[in-house]
């Protein structure tokens, strides 16, 4: 599977964006898919993440609320909204996926993703929060 990140920018405290992760090669329905982070001097972190073969989805303490993942099967893409943007989630944005199979669950994935959990992953989006 390949993936393509897009969506970042900057934007002012209090606002919104919306991330992209277009995936190739491989249906939805087949992967698990992981958003993670990485700020600067800080190592990378699990923000969200979605798995389509049964509706799982996990996120992270600091985005819950604010945060939104979804996924448009037809157009193989999931989505990251971000609302209520702080400054501590500027940082790259990654996504990431792994194969949904029964050594892999979904459970393996979305249960609290970490940089070792996926084996797939798209180049970064820059997110910057700042006035």
């Known amino acids: 599977v390949q993936l393509q990140a897009s969506g970042g920018g900057l934007v002012q405290p209090g606002g919104s964006l919306r991330l992209s992760c277009a995936a190739s090669?491989?249906?939805?329905?087949?992967?698990?898919i992981g958003w993670l982070r990485q700020a600067p001097g800080k190592e990378r972190e699990g923000v969200s993440c979605v798995s389509s073969s049964d509706n799982t989805t996990w996120y992270a303490d600091s985005v819950k609320g604010r945060f939104t993942i979804s996924r448009d099967n037809a157009k193989n893409t999931v989505y990251l909204q971000m609302n209520s943007l702080k400054p501590e989630d500027t940082a790259v944005y990654y996504c990431?996926?792994?194969?949904?199979?029964?050594?892999?669950?979904?459970?393996?994935?979305?249960?609290?993703?970490?940089?070792?959990?996926?084996?797939?992953w798209g180049q970064g989006t820059l997110v910057t929060v700042s006035s």
């Open positions: 990431a996926a792994g194969y949904v199979n029964a050594y892999y669950s979904s459970r393996y994935y979305c249960g609290e993703p970490t940089v070792f959990t996926f084996d797939y």
């Open positions: 090669g491989s249906s939805l329905d087949e992967v698990a």
